[in-house]
């Protein structure tokens, strides 16, 4: 069983930066994706960015080069560097895993990650 715990959430600016990081937990090898997403109160889920264990990565459009995610192989610890961040960024940050990669995808969707995280908040005022 794998677990995800999630860091980094905080209160921000318009303009700041943040760094959200998700250790994997019980990870004991093979193939994965791993991805960020987040939820603004009362809007559904959407996908921030993933990326899985051969390389391959995925920005939702809105990202607009502003956010960078990255992993540490060998610790299965997910990073998602943000910066520029606007208000429209706020929600809460989930981080996602699931054991098939993103091989023939063009972009992320809940249903696609079957391990969740609790969430980290994040919020940016104006």
């Known amino acids: 069983q794998v677990q995800l715990v999630e860091s980094g959430g905080g209160s921000v600016q318009s303009g700041g930066s943040l760094r959200l990081s998700c250790v994997a937990y019980?990870?004991?090898?093979?193939?994965?994706?791993m991805g960020w997403f987040r939820q603004a109160p009362g809007k559904e889920r959407e996908g921030v960015a993933a990326i899985d264990s051969d390389g391959r990565i995925i920005y939702a459009d809105f990202v607009q080069g502003r956010f960078t995610i990255s992993q540490d192989g060998w610790k299965v610890t997910l990073y998602l560097q943000m910066g520029s961040l606007k208000p429209e960024d706020t929600g809460m940050y989930y981080c996602?895993?699931?054991?098939?990669?993103?091989?023939?995808?063009?972009?992320?969707?809940?249903?696609?990650?079957?391990?969740w995280g609790q969430g980290t908040q994040v919020t940016v005022s104006s």
């Open positions: 019980g990870y004991t090898g093979g193939r994965y994706s």
């Open positions: 996602a895993a699931d054991f098939r990669t993103l091989e023939g995808r063009v972009w992320i969707d809940p249903s696609d990650f079957g391990y």
